[in-house]
């Protein structure tokens, strides 16, 4: 099961974003070269600091600030890549002793009657509905839930109606059959399937929005199921 936390102020929010720029600028002096992914990552950081100092009750650090000046630069991972020393002897990590009022936010999702000696039958480009049970800790109204589907390449999202589960924002759950629309023409395979929330403002992410789904960035908030499928001109 994996989480995330809510309630974070936004003094500590600052810091543990901060935490993440040096933690990629790491991940880029190992690599040695320019990384694409790890770029994007600084950059959505970056961008969410500016929103978090925006009003004035808080300022960029040295840190960031010459990070985002690296962006502005016309060779951004040389530019990086080549300063990393520096740019490590300005990170400045606060003490803080206010948390906020911290909450793990997680989810289980469980896929109902199938296992790899149990697959569910399905007709090769027909829908297919899964069964699952999810439950959620913490989740409140305003967070937006996706079911993340996964075939191959091929990625179905399905928007989470927190409306229709059961229970309070600490905990609640439900049953709910979601219909896989496009099924592979095999006499087998596997869906991986997963619980996303999307985290508005450029919040960090280790996924990006997309195919029909997320419009912002995304977290993973539940472990990757697979659920196993046969065609049923395979069990005739």
């Known amino acids: 099961m994996d989480c995330c936390y809510a309630g974070l102020n936004r003094e500590l929010e600052v810091q543990v974003l901060e935490l993440t720029l040096l933690a990629n600028l790491l991940r880029l002096s190992k690599i040695g070269i320019t990384s694409n992914l790890v770029l994007g990552k600084l950059l959505v950081v970056i961008n969410r600091l500016e929103g978090l100092c925006a009003d004035g009750s808080c300022e960029l650090s040295d840190f960031s600030r010459e990070i985002k000046k690296a962006f502005h630069a016309n060779s951004i991972g040389d530019t990086l890549t080549s300063n990393i020393p520096t ?4 990170f400045r990590l606060k003490p ?3 948390f906020g009022m911290l909450k793990a936010i997680s989810a289980v999702l469980q896929v109902c009657d199938n296992d790899s000696e149990n697959p ?3 007709v090769c480009g027909l829908p297919v509905g899964v069964s699952f049970k999810i439950s959620l800790m913490n989740i409140s109204s305003h967070h937006r839930l996706w079911l993340r589907m996964i075939v191959g390449e091929s990625i179905q999202h399905t928007f989470v109606d927190l409306s229709c589960f059961g229970g309070n924002e600490e905990a609640k759950s439900r049953s ?3 219909p ?3 099924t592979p023409m095999v ?5 991986r399937v997963c619980l ?3 985290c508005p403002d450029g919040g960090i992410s280790t996924h990006q929005g997309g195919h029909g789904g997320p419009s912002d960035c995304v977290v993973q908030l539940s472990d990757e199921l697979d659920v196993y499928f046969v065609s049923s001109g395979e069990r005739l």
Do not use: G, K, R, W
């Not at 006499?187 to 869906?191: D, I, N, T």
């Open 120 to 122: 569910l039958l399905y």
């Open 87 to 90: 740019l490590l002897e300005l």
């Open 176 to 178: 709910m059959v979601v």
């Open 196 to 198: 996303v929330m999307e």
């Open 96 to 98: 803080t002793t206010d």
């Open 180 to 182: 896989l629309y496009a």
């Open 187 to 191: 006499c087998s395979f596997v869906l």
